[in-house]
């Protein structure tokens, strides 16, 4: 089984792992409370509310997670979903709290310790609310990595607590483990989500190592939500999976922390919660991302806003001494406090206003359009395909991978092929062939993604590049490493971003024309990946990618994997990789296993970047910052 969706009655056997049985047995007396006494019972908590099917259901959620995480780690499922209700993140060890009873993704992390024997577990906790209750558990635990983003406008914002800001590092020997990235304006968009991971998740989550990936999934944090009062779309949260599916070898679980309720009592007077079309779609989005299926292309402009880049700002600055990866994408300077004192901002939109009023028009004419995105983008019928040359035949694909025969029309081939004598030569001409019959299938829409091999990798390169232009697509990324220079002639119109890694030099030669050398070290080529390669690209927002491996390209296979499983998102999975035939089979069959949604090998133990890496890759970065918005880590001053 690919994915595991869990949801059956067996669950209220599973064994609660909760370290105060005096709690839980007050809770398993709640079931014979009539409704005064559980009222009574109730106003002891923030925001609890309970009913005699409490305890019955909080067990259903718990067994949930702790049924899902059995299933992912013994094998039985890659990766999945549990729809539970009630939420978890809020409850402490001895107390319910807004909404929660057990605190489902920590009992799961302590299942999988427990019994399965897992030494690093990483909680991702992307609900708009800080999981205080996660944060508890595990602040002094070096075992679980927790990160957090959360509405917390400096305090301002419920559970309203100094220890959800980002000097909130942990304890002990749990100093590093704990990462809270704060929010202190709503608004918070794809570009700012994305700017987080990429630069603060990702890079800390990579160094750690993880061996399981538990997901807190809440979508308050989503478009829609009348206290989130973010503005991050459905597909966005595809994205976010498909990141996290890199690591942990993709054993990736996700927990919906889902609460519909009439009335939040956070703050007085919010009425509704979550945003049912949002919730609905946020959620689709995430399954389709677990089950390999291509995430559909970020919309809105991909630039974080001013305040976001306060917060990025600050928790790397409180991580860096505790993880080499923040180190070397270069310093956090410490913000002044003035500059992110809660005096002089604007306050929070309260429902009922104006101002609520508008934001909730603009978000339900959002999510109108949202609604037309699978006919703007439909699923294509085939998700991988693959165009190999007579050399590769008897390479073994995975079996939901195409193994295209067809060909371009001779005539498209031979006006294709005059671009370059070496296209003439017959395997080559061959390839190209094939080549342009893939490429031509996925600017139709017919296939999401695919990988093909060529003898003449620069010249098929340049044709595709040409093609891809001249065809459906307005923005081709080109990400070419091995000896491939960037054709002279290709017209400086803001339409291709050529990206070459193994360059002779770090070189912005101009703002779409980028060289870097490839890193000797995990930590380094991490660093050139995460700070650079996909920042450029997702700032690009490209309608097809290209990944070109040309002679001498120098990348291990699973550098090559990583490469190719990060840039399927970008544009939304149509992607093309190129691979010079002279590279063994068992890197091809490796790229088509991760471009049909398997996660990449293991780069490794992490290692720390050179000096020289380090230095070329700040200052690359630095000279391109002021054009690519998605490469900054701090507001500008």
Not at 113 to 129: A, F, P
Not at 304 to 330: C, D, N, Y
Request: aromatic share 6%; charged share 15%; with cysteine.
């Amino acid at each position: 089984m690919r994915t595991a969706l869990v949801y059956h009655e067996e669950m209220t056997a599973a064994r609660l792992l909760w370290e105060d049985p005096e709690y839980v047995s007050l809770l398993r007396g709640t079931q014979a409370l009539g409704t005064e006494e559980l009222q009574a019972l109730s106003g002891q908590y923030d925001a609890v509310y309970f009913h005699p099917s409490t305890f019955h259901c909080a067990r259903l959620a718990a067994g949930a997670a702790l049924q899902l995480v059995d299933a992912v780690l013994t094998g039985s499922a890659h990766n999945g979903l549990a729809l539970v209700r009630p939420p978890g993140h809020h409850s402490q060890r001895a107390a319910a709290n807004g909404f929660c009873v057990f605190n489902n993704v920590a009992i799961a992390a302590k299942h999988a310790q427990q019994k399965h024997g897992l030494q690093r577990i990483l909680i991702v906790d992307w609900d708009v609310h800080h999981g205080q209750g996660i944060q508890y558990i595990f602040e002094d635990d070096p075992s679980v990595l927790y990160f957090s983003w959360h509405r917390y406008e400096h305090g301002c914002f419920w559970p309203y607590l100094r220890e959800s800001d980002a000097d909130a590092v942990g304890l002990g020997q749990g100093r590093g483990f704990t990462v809270n990235l704060p929010w202190n304006q709503v608004g918070m968009g794809n570009a700012d989500y994305m700017a987080a991971f990429l630069h603060v998740l990702l890079p800390v989550a990579f160094e750690f190592d993880p061996q399981l990936v538990l997901i807190s999934a809440g979508f308050d944090s989503a478009i829609g939500d009348p206290e989130g009062q973010m503005q991050a779309t459905p597909e966005c949260f595809a994205h976010l999976t498909q990141l996290l599916q890199v690591l942990a070898g993709g054993r990736v679980c996700a927990v919906l922390e889902v609460t519909v309720a009439a009335g939040r009592a956070r703050r007085p007077g919010v009425e509704g919660g979550y945003h049912l079309e949002s919730l609905s779609q946020s959620v689709c989005m995430v399954v389709k991302a677990l089950l390999g299926d291509p995430a559909p292309p970020l919309s809105g402009s991909m630039v974080p806003q001013h305040s976001a880049l306060e917060s990025i700002q600050s928790v790397r600055a409180a991580q860096a001494p505790h993880w080499t990866s923040l180190q070397q994408q270069g310093p956090a300077p410490l913000l002044d406090p003035r500059t992110c004192s809660p005096e002089g901002r604007r306050p929070p939109v309260l429902p009922g206003g104006p101002e609520f009023k508008a934001a909730e028009a603009q978000t339900s004419a959002v999510l109108r359009s949202l609604l037309d995105q699978p006919h703007l983008y439909p699923t294509p019928p085939v998700r991988t395909a693959a165009a190999l040359t007579a050399q590769d035949a008897a390479l073994v694909l995975p079996p939901d991978v195409l193994r295209q025969e067809g060909s371009a029309p001779q005539e498209e081939t031979q006006a294709w092929a005059r671009l370059h004598e070496a296209l003439a030569e017959d395997t080559a001409f061959i390839a190209l062939g094939k080549v342009l019959h893939l490429l031509n299938g996925i600017l139709d829409g017919q296939v999401s993604g695919g990988i093909a091999t060529t003898p003449a990798a620069a010249a098929t390169l340049e044709v595709a590049i040409r093609c891809g232009l001249s065809h459906r697509a307005q923005r081709v990324l080109c990400v070419a490493a091995g000896q491939l220079d960037r054709p002279p002639d290709l017209a400086s119109d803001g339409r291709n971003l050529w990206l070459n890694i193994r360059g002779k030099e770090a070189a912005a030669l101009s703002t779409f024309h980028v060289s870097v050398p490839l890193p000797g070290t995990t930590g380094g080529f991490l660093s050139c990946i995460l700070a650079l390669v996909l920042p450029l690209a997702y700032g690009f927002q490209p309608d097809l990618v290209l990944v070109a491996l040309g002679p001498a390209h120098g990348l291990q296979d699973p550098q090559a994997a990583l490469l190719a499983a990060l840039l399927r998102g970008p544009a939304g999975g149509r992607i093309l990789v190129l691979v010079e035939q002279e590279s063994t089979s068992q890197l091809v069959g490796v790229l088509a296993r991760v471009l049909h949604g398997e996660a990449p090998p293991s780069l490794g133990p992490f290692s720390v970047a050179s000096p020289e890496d380090l230095q070329a890759l700040i200052r690359l970065r630095g000279q391109l910052e002021a054009q690519w918005k998605m490469l900054q880590v701090a507001a500008p001053s």
